[in-house]
């Protein structure tokens, strides 16, 4: 209580309606960033990431691959789902992507699309019934659709996404796809699929 009384005489007053933002705290590290001059080592092609990978991993942020791939700027195009999932948004992503290569860097190099998802992972709170529908009933989302997406055995559902961009015909036949499980209890990363080429 006194933390929070506290927390709450340092803030900024707002006007009637405004929220305070989180944001605002951290613009001080965005001014020593852009000191820094780290954002002109860009890849030539924004595409074209140094170190040649699509990272799709979970909205949880134990989960950041930043920290645990050790990713600096630049290194990797990173996509965020709900337990790290390949929804449909992202096979269009990785498609545009990958047809981005195909068109303006014919010659490559192209990218490996790896899939993490993470022990202990949030989604799996959509396996409640009751949750579930409570979800899909105030977002309107399908909530068959929302039943499997919870990373329940995590290896498992890592391949069963590797298959699915595997088997996309969206997908450019030039990328690799792999899988991996991150344990948040120890913070190992483990291949479960070997990076394989689509359309092989």
């Known amino acids: 209580m006194h933390e ?3 927390q709450s005489r340092d ?8 929220a305070m933002s989180n944001i605002t705290a951290l613009m001080e590290r965005n001014e020593a960033f852009s000191r820094s001059g780290a954002w002109r080592s860009a890849p030539r092609l924004p595409f074209l990431p140094f170190k040649g990978l699509y990272v799709i991993t979970c ?3 134990r989960t950041d691959p930043a920290d645990f791939l050790g990713l ?17 948004a992202v096979i269009r992503d990785l498609s545009y992507i990958g047809y981005l290569v195909e068109a303006k860097a014919p010659q490559g190099p192209y990218f490996e699309a790896a899939v993490i998802h993470h022990t202990d992972c949030g989604s799996r709170l959509l396996e409640d019934p009751d949750l579930r529908r409570g979800f899909a009933q105030r977002s309107g989302y399908d909530e068959q659709q929302l039943a499997a997406l919870p990373a329940t055995v995590p290896a498992e559902t890592v391949r069963g996404d ?7 015909p969206q997908v450019s036949t030039r990328i690799t796809v792999s899988g991996h499980v991150y344990d948040t209890a120890t913070g190992i990363l483990e291949t479960v699929a ?7």
């Not at 803030?11 to 405004?18: H, I, K």
């Not at 630049?74 to 790290?84: K, P």
């Open 59 to 61: 909205i949880d942020p």
């Open 162 to 168: 590797v298959a699915k961009i595997l088997a996309a």
């Open 72 to 88: 600096e700027f630049g290194d990797a195009v990173v996509a965020r789902t709900v337990g790290g999932r390949v929804i449909d």
């Open 4 to 6: 929070r009384k506290r």
């Open 194 to 200: 070997e990076a394989v080429r689509v359309g092989s």
């Open 11 to 18: 803030a900024t007053p707002t006007r009637e309606g405004e």
